[in-house]
Every structure is written in C-alpha cells, then in structure tokens.
Antibody, heavy 122, light 110 residues
Framework: QLQLQESGPRLVKPSETLSLTCTVSGASISSGDYYWDWIRQSPGRGLEWIGSINYRGMTYYNPSLKSRVSISVDTSKSQFSLKLTSMTAAETAVYYC??????????????WGQGTLVTVSS | QSVLTQPPSVSAAPGQKVTISCSGGSSNIGNYDVSWYQQVPGTAPKLLIYGDDKRPSGIPDRFSGSKSGTSATLGITGLQTGDEANYYCVTWETNLNTWVFGGGTELTVL
C-alpha cells in the first residue's frame, strides 16, 4: 500500500527557507505516469497547489510561487523535497505531499501524506 | 476568492441525499476533469471521485460525480453521520497554469 510521509522543521523564521521532505513507501517513486506534488492548506488561503515533480526531475510550479520554490527528487531514497524561500507568517499552513496519478488518463491526487503543520514565526 | 465556487455549507438528515455544487468556467471545469475530496477535520483530504464521475476502489457507490458545462456536482445518498466532513472540488486552470481548489463545503448530517 502506497504511503507518503512528510518530514522537516515545524518552525521557520520569517524570511528564512522552508525545507520539507516526503518519503514514499509501498511503491516505486520511479514508476508510471505519476507526478509527486506539494499542496498546502491554511484557513486564510484554503488549499493551494505548490508544485510537482516526476522521477525524471521534470517540474511544474504554481506561477504565484515560482520565483521562490524548488522541488527535487532523490529516487535512490524514494524521496522528493520542497524548498520555499523568503517565508512569511501568512504562509503558516499544513503542508501535504501527494501523488498526482495520471495512469488512467485522468489526473488526480491520491494518496496524500498526513500533512505537517509549519509555523512561520520569530 | 477561489476560481471554483462551492456553497460554504450543506446539511441533511441521516439517510437522505445531498448534492454539492462546484461552479467554474471554460478555462477550468469546462475543459478539464474534476476530482472531489473528503476531508475530516484534522486529517488529510481523501479522494472520492476522479475524472468527473469515476469512483476509486473502496469508495461506496453512495458517492457520485457529474459534470455539465462549467459546473460539477458531488452527490451523496444514504447519508451517515460519518459523512460529516469538508468536501473540495479540484481541477486544472489553464489561464493560471495551476491546479485550483474550491473553497470547500462543510457537510452536516443532522
């Protein structure tokens, strides 16, 4: 059974960089028509797509975040990672990783990690 | 303000049926597949419907999806107290080049 688990610091200072890692278990990160995504959720912004990567390293980013975001993949560790620079308090949110499944010709997010609450505060 | 518009809340009695709408435009729902997610507070979203109207394995047939033009609808029949959650529609927005989420609808089973 495919599972995703986020890890990383829960507290980030304003103007600093958020770094999170998602570990994939139960299936290969290198198989199929899949992308690996980061999505965040806050009371003020709702659910917001951050970006995605496939096992070859092809990335897509939300244009509103593109100048500050970087997603990378390490297939040897079955992990993909998020870096978001210049964090502000408004970006306090639960950060989720999820698999973007396109194997059926339809694209959707399944499964999701449990999420990790990241607080931006000094 | 989300690109996709959902009612903030809906309610119905146990055993009844409810529908949740998701309204968009030609740059999103009108030309791209819609998926629906259920989120119980404090947990991650869970896939209910993909490709407008397809149920993944393990999702009961009480849950259904449909789409007409630039609007999509999630239907839930035989409501149970365990269905109380927030429900979100998702699709691709070609003008913004990003996935977009509805604002969510809170379902209360009275």
């Amino acid at each position: 059974q495919l599972q995703l688990q986020e890890s990383g610091p829960r507290l980030v200072k304003p103007s600093e960089t958020l770094s999170l890692t998602c570990t994939v278990s139960g299936a290969s990160i290198s198989s199929g028509d899949y992308y690996w995504d980061w999505i965040r959720q806050s009371p003020g912004r709702g659910l917001e797509w951050i970006g995605s990567i496939n096992y070859r390293g092809m990335t897509y980013y939300n244009p509103s975040l593109k100048s500050r975001v970087s997603i990378s993949v390490d297939t040897s560790k079955s992990q993909f990672s998020l870096k978001l620079t210049s964090m502000t308090a408004a970006e306090t949110a639960v950060y989720y990783c999820a698999r973007e499944d396109g194997s059926s010709g339809k694209r959707f997010f399944h499964p999701w990690g449990q999420g990790t609450l990241v607080t931006v505060s000094s | 303000q989300s690109v996709l518009t959902q009612p903030p809340s809906v309610s119905a009695a146990p055993g009844q049926k409810v529908t949740i709408s998701c309204s968009g435009g030609s740059s999103n729902i009108g030309n791209y597949d819609v998926s629906w997610y259920q989120q119980v507070p404090g947990t991650a979203p869970k896939l209910l419907i993909y490709g407008d109207d397809k149920r993944p394995s393990g999702i009961p047939d009480r849950f259904s999806g449909s789409k007409s033009g630039t609007s999509a609808t999630l239907g839930i029949t035989g409501l149970q107290t365990g269905d109380e959650a927030n429900y979100y529609c998702v699709t691709w927005e070609t003008n913004l080049n990003t996935w977009v989420f509805g604002g969510g609808t809170e379902l209360t089973v009275l």
